[in-house]
């Protein structure tokens, strides 16, 4: 079994040196008026850098863009599309963040598979690694939103709006060459019931990923009541999260998996580092199980949740953990 | 039965009274010395002057505006949890973790037992409350979101560790009710993270003021504040303090359904936008709120900490809520 490393999806956008600070003062600057946009692309594109880079050296054999230009995980593709306003902060599941949440106030119209296909080609042309565009998925996008636009107070209707508006942004990053493209769907395990309405959204995104492998990753709670019926979903990589329950790599390592794993088993939301051989037993007794060539081991959770030194430190134990596996490379 | 708790404390208050929720822009000058103060180039004395000035600022600009209930604007803090862990043995500083949009705190990391060993915050409430004769609210950080603000490496788990917390947070609205302080403010916004920890939290919260001579507030926002609603109401205090402004529409059905039993400190102006609410909106704000509570529970303030605005921008919200809290007295 081959085993990958990558990163969950988001980096921190900020350090304790001048120069990762760039982006916030840039920012400050431009909300002052004393910046332009351009100069905050620059500064954003210089964190961008700054991200790959770190993951790169930690070892990282897939790497994503840390999602530095996301103001968050909802409203930066949702504040895209026409149809929705964005508003006022919400928090963002348990975490300590805060999103600015969507408004569908009328019909949600796509952006065409150009809001999110220049960051992956800034990152792919910047990068010494493969780089795995992460997207928020319809439901949790949904989930997100309230609703003022009458169709939508149906939640399907909602969740396949952004899915369409999803489809062509798959599209695009795949024709582009993202070999694994990540789908976020953290709402799942908190609506469990909506499971129904993401499949159907999953089935008609899936026709839409061309070449391209699409890991539907689940954080933000304990995935474990789920288990056997996300392995019935349309996706070539389930992620999950073994964060919040300690008995849930044990039902994995019961039941198996018929899909590859992207293995969230370093905790991407506390600075206290993991013991690398007693996650590396875990793992090689998961991977035994899984049926496939690849799996992946991540982090739990983007990891901008962390300050950067840590989120650094989770990387590189990922490194060690890999390390310390029964050959798994 | 608050205002009998009020009256018991010898504070009489108007009809609506209007408060802020703790923090206060803070003027350029103080931020351009707390640089400074990194950079060696000023003493840790000439920041404290400087802290002094833009303290006695806001206490001076709250009394013009016509504020009944003040706070001291929180000019020599950071950020709600750093501010106390800076101070508390067992808390490690940790580095920067975005909170939303461009906003950046130091998340502090739990190295060790958590423990209480002097006053950190009297000292800041006497300098203000020696400037008004009005009262000047203590505030504090509650226990649970001390917990959840910070990373553990230390308590087994996150019960024990808001637990810990709930022990330090007493031992210091004790010092404030000794040093004479009858108003005090402990913050929760973090209580509506997790719904199943809301036993434990409100046990928290019970270890920190049973049995304490004070008027208790607390204040929740931005979370999934209708997912605690009514269980909330049992939290040990004597006045709830919410963002509003634009979540009326879904939270007030649920205090028709369920009668608020607290007094509640109304949020009536978004804390995060630049735009400054005109007199008519928050009056019309504060109408929607008396359809459903009653007039003598409702306090009036913006829905968050106003420290992210410019100081023109905060003082311009804070007026606009006196004003339309003296129109409603009026009628």
């Known amino acids: 079994m081959k085993l990958l490393l990558t990163n969950a999806g988001s980096y921190p956008r900020i350090g304790e040196t001048p120069e990762l600070q760039l982006l916030r003062r840039t920012q400050a600057a431009l909300d002052r008026k004393e910046a332009t946009p351009e100069a905050l692309q620059a500064a954003e594109g210089a964190l961008v850098k700054a991200a790959l880079k770190e993951q790169a050296e930690a070892g990282l054999d897939l790497v994503t863009d840390g999602q530095v230009r996301w103001g968050d995980p909802i409203s930066h593709f949702a504040g895209k599309l026409a149809g929705i306003e964005i508003s006022a902060l919400l928090r963002y599941f348990d975490t300590n963040f805060y999103f600015r949440q969507p408004v569908a106030k009328g019909e949600i119209k796509a952006a065409n598979g150009r809001a999110l296909l220049a960051e992956y080609e800034f990152a792919k042309s910047n990068s010494a690694k493969p780089v795995k565009p992460v997207l928020t998925g319809p439901l949790t996008l949904a989930r997100h939103t309230l609703v003022e636009h009458e169709p939508y107070k149906q939640l399907e209707a909602l969740v396949r709006a952004y899915a369409q508006a999803l489809a062509p942004e798959l599209e695009a990053l795949a024709h582009a060459g993202a070999e694994v493209i990540q789908l976020d769907e953290p709402a799942i395990l908190r609506q469990q019931t909506d499971f129904p309405i993401l499949q159907r959204a999953l089935q008609m995104l899936v026709k839409h990923k061309g070449k391209a492998k699409l890991a539907l990753c689940v954080y933000f709670g304990d995935p474990q009541p789920l288990y056997e019926r996300l392995q019935q979903l349309p996706v070539d990589i389930l992620g999950l999260d073994f964060t919040y329950n300690p008995k849930f790599a044990e039902r994995v390592i019961s039941l198996g998996s018929q899909k590859p794993l992207a293995l969230g088993l370093v905790d991407g939301r506390n600075t206290r580092l993991e013991d690398p051989a007693a996650v590396a037993h875990t793992l090689d007794r998961i991977l035994l199980r899984v049926k496939g060539d690849t799996c992946y081991l991540n982090p739990s959770c983007g990891l901008e949740y962390l300050p950067r030194d840590r989120a650094l430190a989770k990387l590189k134990l990922l490194a060690q953990i890999r390390a310390q596996t029964k050959g798994h490379k | ?331």
């Not at chain 2, 931020?31 to 002094?52: C, P």
């Not at chain 2, 037992?113 to 203590?138: C, L, N």
């Open chain 2, 1 to 331: 039965m608050s205002r009998e708790r009020l009256k018991e404390l010898c504070l009489e208050l108007p009809l609506f009274p209007v408060t802020s929720v703790g923090s206060f822009p803070k003027p350029d000058y103080l931020t351009q010395a707390r640089a400074d103060l990194q950079k060696g180039k000023i003493t840790a004395a000439e920041l404290r002057a400087l802290e002094e000035k833009a303290t006695a600022f806001w206490i001076e600009k709250q009394e013009e505006l016509g504020v009944d209930v003040l706070v001291d604007g929180e000019q020599y803090r950071g950020d709600m949890v750093a501010y106390f862990a800076e101070v508390l043995p067992g808390f490690q500083e940790g580095g920067l973790v975005r909170s939303y949009g461009n906003r950046y705190y130091r998340k502090p990391i739990i190295v060790g037992a958590v423990k209480w060993e002097k006053p950190i915050t009297v000292d800041w409430w006497r300098f203000a409350q020696e400037r008004t004769d009005r009262p000047v609210k203590g505030m504090l950080t509650g226990p649970y979101t001390l917990m959840d603000w910070s990373f553990n490496e230390h308590y087994p788990d996150r019960k024990a560790t808001c637990l810990a917390m709930a022990q330090v947070v007493r031992k210091e609205v004790e010092a404030l009710i000794e040093a004479g302080c009858k108003i005090v403010q402990i913050d929760e916004p973090a209580i509506s993270t997790r719904v199943e920890e809301l036993p434990f939290a409100l046990e928290a919260m019970q270890q920190v003021t049973t049995g304490l001579p004070a008027y208790f507030v607390t204040h929740i926002c931005y979370g999934a504040f209708e997912h605690v609603y009514p269980k909330v109401l049992e939290l040990a205090v004597n006045n709830i303090d919410l963002d509003m402004s634009a979540t009326a529409g879904r939270r007030l059905p649920l205090m028709q359904k369920d009668p608020f039993t607290k007094d509640i400190s109304y949020g009536v102006v978004d804390s995060h936008s630049h735009l400054i609410e005109d007199v008519e909106t928050v009056k019309t704000r504060l109408a929607q709120a008396l359809t459903v509570l009653p007039k003598e529970k409702v306090w009036l303030d913006p829905d968050c900490g106003l420290k992210t605005r410019t100081v023109e921008e905060a003082l311009g919200k804070l007026r606009v809520i006196v004003e339309a809290a003296k129109a409603a007295r009026a009628q």
